[in-house]
């Protein structure tokens, strides 16, 4: 335990505290389980860096207002000397008595909106509770973190940007501060039992009510899968980051290209469609017939006739690719759209048992009796290694993908699943044969297709 004594406030730091406090990094994350006192060194930091340079201007978040007012702040206010900094509640920062105008300031800020953190010039950021998303924003955190390392630009200042969080599963935090490997990012970590202040009679109640998952979360500070079981093989995942990379060409913002189509090639696809400018994005995802690589996908919230005509013109790039789309709610609405735009003869039917000229739903419809089969195909594909995905967002999601306790495999709470269910669905395309590469299916090709098949 060391002692860190700054102007004339002495405060009394465990060794990871202190290790965080004085890390000069420019991006930092005290990641430690409940109790551990991540606030209380996040508090310090903000604190010692407002002392040693005067006029800096800082900002302090948390995922929402209400988690300002009843943990960051009052922590603060705890950690703050009241004769060197005063609270204005009015105005939601703290200031430096000696000069309230031009000297240290600390302002309070929700994530809940990023777009709400532009526009200030910073010499640091302190994000706490920063792994926690929600389910209509998995990503809002992250968000945030992106948008204040654009407003580190105060000159003079050290340009710092640091983290206290508990793990929430593999998320944003995993992937910025330990799976990229940057020499300007560091972790520490932190378990609640290294915090010699914590009362005993807390850590032993934690114990006895936490499982033993919940626990190396919320006690240990692990990144961990805490709410079910993994579905997908997380060795295999780990493996499988290996050939993830960034695409080679990427259009409109929406289009991520790979790996470009070859004279002869078979490809195949699935896609998981939403609509609108909140939720759940669309997602349609290409992959050689042959090899099982991906070799591009669409990827955003385009309008549903943006997405039709995307789908198609991707798909036709590919080949005329067999695509699974999914005709759920609005994504019936694309799928139409794609028969008028004249790929019907290579889409996926619902009936396609029937007659072609008999078919009458086109689309891949999930339901309580094709979810299960779909989502099992493609964990068999990652356990066989069939799949090769280049997309690291698809593989993180299948990270965060759980079977619950009743059974049901799931994205775990505020994590999104559109890269699953889109490969679910396009490997349902393969697995089962759906797609057929043949010349009977070119010769039914509707008049409206820019190509004929290349095979």
């Given at each position: 335990?060391?002692?860190?004594?700054v102007?004339r406030?002495?405060?009394?730091?465990?060794?990871?505290?202190?290790?965080?406090?004085?890390?000069?990094?420019?991006?930092?994350?005290?990641?430690?389980?409940?109790?551990s006192?991540?606030?209380?060194a996040?508090?310090?930091?903000?604190l010692?860096l407002m002392i040693?340079?005067?006029?800096?201007?800082?900002?302090?978040t948390?995922?929402?207002?209400?988690?300002?007012?009843?943990?960051?702040?009052?922590t603060?206010?705890?950690?703050?000397?009241?004769?060197l900094?005063?609270?204005?509640?009015?105005?939601?920062m703290?200031v430096?008595?000696?000069?309230?105008?031009?000297?240290?300031?600390?302002y309070f800020?929700?994530?809940?909106?990023?777009e709400?953190?532009?526009g200030?010039?910073?010499?640091?950021?302190?994000?706490?509770?920063?792994?926690?998303?929600?389910?209509?924003?998995?990503?809002?955190q992250?968000?945030?973190?992106l948008?204040?390392?654009?407003?580190?630009?105060?000159t003079?200042?050290?340009l710092q940007?640091?983290?206290?969080t508990?793990?929430k599963?593999?998320?944003?935090?995993?992937e910025e501060?330990v799976e990229k490997?940057?020499d300007?990012?560091?972790?520490?970590?932190?378990?609640?039992?290294?915090?010699?202040?914590?009362?005993?009679?807390?850590?032993?109640?934690m114990?006895?009510?936490?499982?033993?998952?919940?626990?190396q979360?919320?006690i240990e500070g692990?990144?961990?899968?805490?709410?079910?079981t993994?579905?997908?093989?997380q060795?295999?995942?780990?493996?499988?980051l290996?050939?993830?990379m960034?695409?080679?060409e990427?259009?409109?913002?929406?289009?991520?290209?790979w790996?470009?189509?070859?004279?002869?090639?078979k490809?195949f696809?699935?896609?998981?469609?939403?609509?609108g400018?909140t939720?759940a994005?669309?997602c349609?995802?290409i992959?050689?017939?042959?090899?099982?690589v991906?070799?591009?996908e669409?990827?955003?919230?385009p309008?549903r006739?943006?997405?039709?005509?995307a789908?198609?013109?991707?798909c036709?790039?590919?080949?005329?690719?067999?695509v699974?789309?999914?005709?759920n709610?609005?994504?019936?609405?694309?799928v139409e759209?794609m028969?008028?735009?004249?790929?019907?003869?290579?889409?996926?039917?619902?009936?396609?048992?029937k007659?072609?000229?008999?078919?009458?739903?086109?689309g891949?419809?999930?339901d309580?009796?094709?979810?299960?089969?779909?989502l099992?195909?493609?964990r068999e594909?990652v356990?066989?290694?069939?799949?090769?995905?280049?997309?690291?967002?698809?593989?993180?999601?299948?990270?965060?993908?759980?079977r619950?306790?009743?059974?049901?495999?799931n994205?775990?709470?505020g994590r999104?699943s559109?890269?699953?269910?889109a490969?679910?669905?396009a490997?349902?395309m393969?697995?089962?044969?759906?797609?057929?590469?043949?010349?009977?299916?070119?010769r039914?090709?509707?008049p409206?297709?820019?190509?004929?098949?290349?095979w």
């Amino acid at each position: 335990m060391t002692t860190q004594t700054v102007r004339r406030v002495t405060l009394k730091l465990h060794p990871k505290q202190d290790d965080f406090v004085a890390d000069r990094h420019p991006f930092v994350c005290f990641c430690g389980g409940a109790g551990s006192g991540k606030t209380i060194a996040g508090a310090v930091k903000a604190l010692d860096l407002m002392i040693r340079y005067p006029g800096i201007r800082g900002m302090a978040t948390a995922p929402t207002f209400k988690m300002l007012t009843v943990a960051t702040i009052p922590t603060v206010l705890q950690i703050f000397p009241r004769e060197l900094f005063e609270y204005r509640k009015g105005d939601n920062m703290m200031v430096d008595r000696a000069d309230p105008e031009n000297g240290s300031k600390l302002y309070f800020m929700s994530t809940d909106d990023p777009e709400h953190l532009r526009g200030a010039t910073l010499g640091f950021f302190w994000m706490d509770e920063a792994a926690l998303g929600t389910p209509n924003q998995p990503n809002v955190q992250h968000d945030a973190f992106l948008i204040l390392q654009a407003r580190l630009r105060q000159t003079g200042t050290p340009l710092q940007g640091f983290v206290t969080t508990t793990p929430k599963g593999f998320n944003w935090i995993h992937e910025e501060f330990v799976e990229k490997r940057r020499d300007n990012y560091t972790l520490i970590p932190c378990s609640a039992r290294e915090n010699p202040f914590l009362p005993k009679q807390t850590l032993e109640q934690m114990e006895e009510s936490y499982t033993d998952v919940f626990a190396q979360q919320e006690i240990e500070g692990l990144f961990v899968i805490v709410s079910g079981t993994a579905f997908f093989d997380q060795d295999r995942l780990k493996q499988m980051l290996v050939n993830v990379m960034k695409p080679a060409e990427t259009r409109g913002g929406m289009v991520s290209i790979w790996h470009l189509p070859v004279v002869g090639g078979k490809y195949f696809a699935g896609g998981d469609l939403a609509w609108g400018t909140t939720g759940a994005f669309s997602c349609l995802t290409i992959l050689d017939w042959q090899t099982g690589v991906q070799m591009a996908e669409i990827y955003g919230r385009p309008e549903r006739d943006e997405m039709a005509q995307a789908s198609v013109d991707l798909c036709r790039e590919y080949n005329d690719a067999y695509v699974g789309m999914e005709n759920n709610s609005e994504g019936m609405s694309i799928v139409e759209k794609m028969v008028d735009l004249g790929y019907k003869r290579r889409m996926f039917y619902s009936d396609w048992e029937k007659p072609r000229n008999k078919r009458e739903k086109p689309g891949w419809h999930t339901d309580s009796r094709t979810r299960p089969v779909m989502l099992e195909g493609l964990r068999e594909a990652v356990e066989r290694r069939a799949i090769v995905l280049r997309c690291r967002d698809a593989v993180d999601e299948m990270m965060m993908f759980e079977r619950a306790e009743d059974g049901t495999p799931n994205a775990i709470a505020g994590r999104r699943s559109d890269h699953v269910m889109a490969l679910s669905i396009a490997w349902q395309m393969k697995d089962k044969n759906h797609a057929r590469f043949n010349i009977e299916t070119a010769r039914e090709m509707s008049p409206l297709a820019i190509q004929p098949p290349r095979w």
